[in-house]
Nanobody
Framework: VQLVESGGGLVQAGGSLRLSCAASGRRFHINKMGWYRQAPGKERELVATITTGGGTTNYADFVKGRFTISRDNVKNTIYLQMNSLKPEDTAVYFC???????????????WGQGTQVTVSS
């Protein structure tokens, strides 16, 4: 399974960006997808996740009310709409997928390559 992120960039504080992550591959089922971020010198942290079945979402407290995660199951794609961005949101944003291999029935985690989000003050 490959994950390809897009949509990062440079934006001023208070602005918006929309990230996308598309999953591709053969013989897999995605249970859950999510966004994580890692700022320089800091550990990677969860931003938001969404289940592909019921669409249950989970958000980190620091993005509640500002970020919205959504999915398109037909396209195996998730989105992260980021509004009211702050300089402290500056980080590399990674997409993650929790995947079942339909041939082996095993669970795997896959990560994208990351996309840079920079918020200027």
């Amino acid at each position: 399974v490959q994950l390809v992120e897009s949509g990062g960039g440079l934006v001023q504080a208070g602005g918006s960006l929309r990230l996308s992550c598309a999953a591709s591959g053969r013989r897999f089922h995605i249970n859950k997808m999510g966004w994580y971020r890692q700022a320089p010198g800091k550990e990677r942290e969860l931003v938001a996740t969404i289940t592909t079945g019921g669409g249950t979402t989970n958000y980190a407290d620091f993005v509640k009310g500002r970020f919205t995660i959504s999915r398109d199951n037909v396209k195996n794609t998730i989105y992260l709409q980021m509004n009211s961005l702050k300089p402290e949101d500056t980080a590399v944003y990674f997409c993650k997928a929790d995947v079942i291999n339909l041939d082996s029935a095993r669970l795997y985690d896959y990560w994208g390559q990351g996309t840079q989000v920079t918020v200027s003050s």
